[in-house]
């Protein structure tokens, strides 16, 4: 049953990414995918691999929009990396990544806070963390994400939301007051 939340993560970041539509059916079809109802599932997995095939053929060596597929993954990788790979399944640090790359998102002035609460809902809904762990601070995430191997030019990459279906990559650096109440808002509420 894990393992299935974790998977549902990486589904919900293809409609986040790429496909309006797509997330507003998962959203509304969330239990459905939980009982492994198979027309839900068969749908939900097919159009992730379409997605997924879309963003790869434009970007076959991943030097643009094949890296919309990171969402959620750079706040993520230090979750994982700080608690000690394997504590949380991958999907399950990227499903909250992708809740705080929606947070930073809204402090840079690209989302409003209803989509934030919306995604926040929507990962609720499907079983996965929404807080952060107690264990980590701050500090810890900053230095995990600084070692991240989507640091170009010693700048962190963040993969973030200009709206449910329009994601974008981040090309110069994000202005750290913004990153650090993202993370201490998220840490505090853990």
Not at 68 to 81: D, K, P, V, W
Not at 88 to 115: C, T
Not at 157 to 168: E, N
Request: hydrophobic share 45%.
């Amino acid at each position: 049953r894990r393992e299935l939340i974790a998977g549902l993560a990486e589904i919900i970041k293809y409609g986040l990414i790429w496909d309006e539509a797509f997330f507003d059916l998962i959203e509304s079809n969330i239990e459905r995918l939980l009982s492994l109802d198979p027309d839900a599932l068969s749908h939900a997995i097919y159009r992730s691999c379409q997605i997924k095939a879309e963003i790869v053929a434009q970007d076959e060596k991943e030097s643009g929009v094949r890296a919309l597929l990171n969402l959620g993954h750079t706040f993520g990788h230090a979750i994982e990396a700080g608690l000690g790979y394997g504590t949380w399944l991958h999907g399950e640090a990227v499903g909250l990544g992708m809740l705080m790359a929606a947070d930073l998102s809204f402090r840079l002035g690209d989302i409003d806070k209803g989509v934030v609460l919306r995604i926040k809902k929507v990962l609720t809904s499907a079983g996965l963390p929404t807080e952060m762990p107690a264990q980590l601070r701050v500090e810890d995430y900053l230095k995990y994400m600084q070692v991240d191997k989507k640091v170009a030019n010693n700048l962190i990459r963040f993969v973030l939301l200009k709206g449910i279906g329009s994601a974008y990559i981040t090309e110069s650096e994000i202005n750290k007051s913004y990153l650090v109440s993202t993370l201490d808002s998220n840490v505090n509420l853990g």
